[in-house]
């Protein structure tokens, strides 16, 4: 379609906003995202604000919410913040540019207005929020204990402070999803189905976004959050499944959930009693996406096979990253080739007898990792030659980012060699992330130039 053409057909924003409270939740994102998205991912809805949100409403206090993805353009975000006294921003690196933009919009309609923020990003790149004289309170770490008196009292907390979160997931309140920001166009609000989120591809809607697990034991270079999110205790099974009940009962009907875990396929014990209870107590069994391990796929085969058939653990993404031992350990991913080669195997053999007995075969989430420093084209084409041995996959590949607290992260960007600038925390999988890489070879590579060499060792490959 022709771009003109197709701007005439662009859903228009809702820009009413009736304004209830003095103070503002911003949520982040692109502009357009709740208006127009580009994908699905866009629309999923923020946990943290909602958790917080919800917190501040248990203890009384009242807050409006707006958010960037909801207009178009910043002036329309401009005449909605003019009048609040206060506002409240999640900030994680890929939003940090968003939220100093809004943050200087938000003090230039209101002078006196305070800006309070928090979040991933003020944990791991201190120093870059700091730099921003617009943020009145920078919070590191979980706000759960410290969002109240923050809110009420800000002059008793120094600029920048630390809190302290909930031993475990099962002193959070469940989330009330209304105070989530609605689709913000008739045209995407007729399949959001909020305060359920809209469908991805993975699953039936209206889907459900939970996270049962806050953080990810393993320590690989390009990730390793558990060096900067505190350990927390699993939610427990029980108190998940009431909470998939009742959203089905108030909101549903529910279709699909995605368990935003970082990683779901962890701790065993939880692991059995979710394969016991869900099929049992569940409304529905639900079909879900969740994420494992290669490695623990090896560890714990039958676990993998009953949460598959009996949970219907149907999108299962797997951080498989590279198909070369090299870049494995360059990862510290503590996987190897052989590992990933047995979950592929693995999950085969289960879809197909799924398939045989005429159910829906489960499918990989393949997360795929190219253009990381020290990879060689050996390397690379072992990558792909792994991707396409998967016969039940849908490839989510991405060149590899060096996210701010990650360990390789740090380094690269202590070297100077991070093109992710805080102006432009580039996110998109294509991006050009890293000074040193060939980039043009990654793009030839995807593009099919080297085909002939990938599948000419492939059969000497497997
Ligand atoms: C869900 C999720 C997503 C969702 C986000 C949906 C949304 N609208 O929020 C989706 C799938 C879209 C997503 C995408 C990406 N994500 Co993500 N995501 C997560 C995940 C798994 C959970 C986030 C979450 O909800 N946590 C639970 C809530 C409760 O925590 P929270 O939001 O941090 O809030 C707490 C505190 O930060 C604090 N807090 C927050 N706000 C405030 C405000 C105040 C005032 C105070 C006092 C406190 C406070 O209190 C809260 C409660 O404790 C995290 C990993 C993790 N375990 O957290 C990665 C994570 C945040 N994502 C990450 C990344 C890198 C990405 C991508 C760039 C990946 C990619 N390359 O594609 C993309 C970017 C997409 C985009 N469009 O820009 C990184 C961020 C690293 C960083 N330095 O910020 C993380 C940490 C994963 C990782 N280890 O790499 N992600
Ligand atoms: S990449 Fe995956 S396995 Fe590695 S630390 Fe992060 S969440 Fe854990």
């Given amino acids: 379609m022709l771009p003109k053409l197709k701007s005439l057909f662009k859903a228009r ?5 009736t304004r209830s409270s003095d103070i503002v939740w911003l949520d982040l994102g692109d502009l357009g995202d709740l208006v127009n998205p580009n994908g699905p991912l866009e629309q999923w809805q923020d946990h943290g604000l909602g958790l917080l949100r919800t917190i501040l409403r248990d203890n009384g206090v009242h807050t409006d919410v707006l958010s960037t993805r909801a207009v178009t353009s910043w002036e329309q975000l401009r005449r909605q913040l003019a009048g609040y006294k206060t506002m409240i ?13 809004a943050a200087s919009l938000f003090k230039e309609v209101n002078p006196q207005g305070l800006v309070l923020t928090g979040g991933m990003h003020a944990t791991v790149a201190l120093a870059e929020m700091v730099q921003i004289s617009e943020f009145d309170k920078i919070c590191q770490g979980p706000g759960e204990n410290a969002i109240v008196d923050l809110v009420t009292k800000p002059d008793s907390f120094t600029r920048v402070f630390r809190a302290t979160g909930s031993r475990s997931m099962a002193q959070w309140p469940m989330i009330d999803r209304t105070l989530w920001p609605k689709p913000a166009s008739r045209r995407l609000a007729k399949r959001f189905k909020w305060p359920l989120e809209p469908e991805c591809g993975w699953g039936p809607p209206g889907v459900v976004t939970i996270m049962t697990s806050r ?25 998940i499944i009431d909470e998939l009940n009742y959203l089905d009962r108030k909101y549903g009907p529910v ?24 099929p049992r107590k569940a409304n529905k069994v639900w079909p879900y996406w969740a994420a494992g391990r290669a490695d623990t796929v090896r560890q714990w085969p039958h676990l993998f096979e009953a949460l598959i058939k009996e949970t219907k653990w149907d999108t299962v993404s797997i951080g498989f990253e590279s198909g070369s031992d090299r870049v494995l350990r360059i990862l510290n991913k503590e996987c190897t080739e052989e590992d990933n080669y047995f979950a592929i195997d693995l999950l085969h053999r289960i879809a197909d007898e799924m398939e045989e007995v005429g159910r829906k075969p489960p499918v990989f989430w393949s997360n795929i990792m190219l253009g990381i420093p020290g990879e060689t084209h050996e390397d690379a084409f072992k990558t792909m030659r792994m991707l396409r041995y998967m016969r039940y996959v849908i490839p989510s590949i991405a060149f590899y980012a060096p996210y701010p607290g990650s360990a390789l992260g740090n380094q690269l960007i202590a070297e100077g060699k991070s093109r992710m600038t805080k102006e432009n925390y580039h996110r998109y999988p294509d991006d050009e992330k890293i000074v040193g890489v060939d980039y043009q070879f990654y793009r030839d590579l995807l593009s099919g130039i080297y085909d002939e060499e990938i599948n000419r060792d492939m059969a000497q490959s497997l």
């Fill in 13 to 17: 924003a809702i820009t009413d906003h």
């Fill in 89 to 101: 921003m999640n900030v994680r690196s890929y939003t940090f540019p968003t939220a100093c933009r």
């Fill in 215 to 239: 953080v990810c034991p393993w320590q690989c270079v390009f990730c390793n959050e558990n060096s900067y999110i505190p350990n927390m205790g699993r939610r427990p099974v029980d108190m």
């Fill in 255 to 278: 279709g699909s959930i995605v368990i935003h875990d970082s990683m779901f396929f962890q701790n065993p014990s939880w692991l059995e009693e979710w394969i016991e209870k869900y």
